[in-house]
C-alpha cells in the first residue's frame, strides 16, 4: 500500500520549530516514498482554535515549501465522528461518566496522597440506569470514556523499536465531552482510518497517546497504522518549545532573515546521525530521510547553528535561487557579495558598494593618490586587483594591511567587506578613480 502520512497541527498558536519539524519530516518520508502527504487541521478546539493561526499554518508551510496532497479540517468532519463514536457505544466500548472537574480533581489528590497512581477509578462503569436517570435529573450531562482493555498494546516504532504500554496503567480516555464536544483522541483515531495512514509520524508526547489510540483503531475495525515517534526538539539548555513560545515561531525565523532552505536542512538533521549541513532542495533532503537515522535523545535548537548554517546556505546558493528577490543584482555581483552574508537582507548594503554610490575614506592620500594613477584601463576581471596592487605597493613600497586597508577603505568606505578582487572589476574604472580621489561616486 502507498505511503499516506499527515501533518495534524491544531490551530491554538503559530507554528513552532518543534512543529514544523514534524511537518517536515512527514512531508520528506512521503517525498522520499512517493506517498502524500495530508494536511489536517486539527480545530475540534474551537474555543482556542481561530482562522488567523490557520492562514498563519497555511503561510508557514508554504514558506517551506512543503506542499499538501490534501488538506481537510476536523470540523468539517463532525458526522464521521459521531458515526464512529455510535459505533463505539453499540460495541460496548464507550461508557458514560458523571463526575464534574472539581470532583475528579479531588479524586486524583485522594489518591496522590495515598500514593496511588491518579488513574480514574470507572465509577461510571457500573452505574445502573436509575443511577444514570437520578444523575441526569440533578442536571448533570454525561461525558464518555473509551473502556481500555487493562492490557499491554505493543508496536514496533520505527524510531524508538519495539514498545509496549499497558493500558492499565492510565485513566480510560475521554473521547467526548459533556457539552457533546470531541476531544482530540477519536477524531485523529477516525481520520486515520478514513484517510487510510499508513504511517503516523509524530513527537513522542505521543507515545501514550498510541497505546489508547490503537485500541481504538482496533475497536472501529480500522487498519492500524505503523508509528514513529521521534524525541521532541529543546531549546539549548534543555527546555521545552512551547507552541506560545515566540521566539522560536517560523514566523520570527521567517523575520529574522532566515532562509526556508536553512530552517528545512536544520530541521530534517538535527537529532539525526547525518551532519547538518546546507541542502537547497527538499528534494536533496528526502534522498536523505531515513527513520533509523533518527536518535532518540532530545535534538537542541541552537539558534547560533541555526543562523550559521543560515549563511552557509546563503553561500551555497546559485543566483537563479534568489535572482527574483535582488533585483538590480547581476549574477557576478552575486557571486562576489555572498560569501560576506548572513541573511539576504545583508545583500543591498553589499550590492550598493557597487551599484551605488559610495562615500570613501582617504586614510592614506599619497597612497590613493599612487594608487590612481596605476590603475589600468579596461576591460577589467579577476586578474585585475592582483596585478594593480602589485604595481601599488612596488611604487609605494605598502604592503599588508598598510597597503590594502587605504585601498579597501578608499573603494568602499568600509574597513571590510567582499573580496576587492571580485568587486573591482565590478565597481569599474571610472567609480573606481573617483572614489580613490575621495569623490562620492
Ligand atoms: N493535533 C495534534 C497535535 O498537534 C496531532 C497529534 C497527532 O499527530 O496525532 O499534537
Known amino acids: 500500500m502507498s505511503v499516506t502520512v499527515r501533518f495534524a497541527p491544531s490551530p491554538t498558536g503559530l507554528l513552532h520549530a518543534g512543529n514544523a519539524r514534524t511537518a517536515l519530516l512527514n512531508w520528506l518520508f512521503a517525498r522520499k516514498t512517493g506517498g502524500r502527504f495530508l494536511l489536517r487541521i486539527d480545530d475540534t478546539d474551537q474555543a482556542r482554535s481561530t482562522k488567523a493561526f490557520e492562514e498563519a499554518i497555511y503561510r508557514d508551510l508554504a514558506w517551506l515549501g512543503l ?41 486524583r489528590a485522594l489518591l ?52 509496549e504500554i499497558d493500558t492499565s496503567t492510565m485513566s480510560d480516555p475521554v473521547l467526548v465531552r459533556e457539552d457533546g464536544a470531541f476531544l482530540y483522541t477519536l477524531p485523529s483515531v477516525a481520520d486515520d482510518i478514513d484517510f487510510a495512514i499508513t504511517h503516523v509520524v509524530r513527537g513522542e508526547d505521543h507515545v501514550t497517546n498510541t497505546a489508547a489510540q490503537i485500541e481504538i483503531f482496533e475497536a472501529l475495525g480500522g487498519a492500524v497504522p505503523q508509528f514513529a515517534h521521534f524525541s ?3 531549546g539549548k539548555s534543555g527546555e521545552a518549545l512551547s507552541k506560545r513560545l515566540g521566539s522560536l515561531s517560523l514566523e520570527s525565523l521567517r523575520d529574522d532573515g532566515i532562509e526556508p532552505a536553512a530552517v528545512a536542512s536544520y530541521l530534517a538533521k538535527i537529532g539525526t546521525s547525518d551532519p547538518v549541513e546546507p541542502h537547497l532542495s527538499l528534494d536533496a533532503l528526502a534522498a536523505e530521510f531515513d527513520f533509523a537515522k533518527i536518535g532518540r ?12 548554517l543560515n549563511a552557509k546556505t546563503l553561500h551555497a546558493m546559485p543566483y537563479a535561487a534568489v535572482a527574483s528577490r535582488l533585483e538590480g543584482v547581476s549574477e557576478a555581483l552575486w557571486d562576489a ?4 552574508l548572513t541573511r539576504l537582507a545583508d545583500a543591498r548594503p553589499l550590492a550598493g558598494l557597487v551599484t551605488g554610490a559610495v562615500t570613501p575614506v582617504i586614510e592614506d592620500a599619497a597612497l590613493a593618490a599612487k594608487a590612481a ?22 611604487e609605494t613600497g605598502a604592503k599588508g594591511r598598510g597597503l590594502f586597508h587605504p585601498l579597501r577603505l578608499a573603494l568602499t568606505g ?5 573580496e576587492l578582487k571580485k568587486l573591482l572589476p ?5 567609480k573606481a578613480l573617483a572614489r580613490l580621489e575621495g569623490k562620492t561616486a
Open 67 to 107: 506542499s499538501h496532497d490534501l488538506t481537510d479540517r476536523q470540523c468539517n468532519r463532525l458526522k464521521i465522528y459521531s458515526t464512529a463514536f455510535y459505533r463505539l457505544q453499540q460495541s460496548g466500548h464507550v461508557y458514560p461518566c458523571y463526575e464534574s472537574e472539581v470532583e475528579l480533581d479531588r479524586q
Open 112 to 163: 496522590k496522597a495515598r500514593r496511588k497512581p491518579p488513574i480514574y477509578d470507572r465509577s461510571g462503569l457500573s452505574l445502573t440506569p436509575a443511577q444514570r436517570a437520578a444523575l441526569e435529573g440533578e442536571g448533570r450531562r454525561p461525558h464518555w470514556r473509551f473502556k481500555l482493555s487493562r492490557r499491554k498494546v505493543a508496536w514496533t516504532d520505527l524510531v524508538r523499536g519495539p514498545v
Open 232 to 234: 521532541l526538539l529543546v
Open 297 to 308: 535523545a532530545p535534538a537542541h535548537f541552537d539558534p547560533e547553528e541555526l543562523a550559521a
Open 337 to 340: 557579495i555572498k560569501p560576506n
Open 373 to 394: 594613477a596605476l590603475l589600468p584601463p579596461e576591460p577589467w576581471d579577476e586578474t585585475t586587483w592582483p596585478a594593480w596592487t602589485k604595481a601599488v605597493a612596488a
Open 414 to 418: 568600509l574597513d571590510h567587506g567582499p
Open 426 to 430: 565590478l565597481i569599474g574604472r571610472a
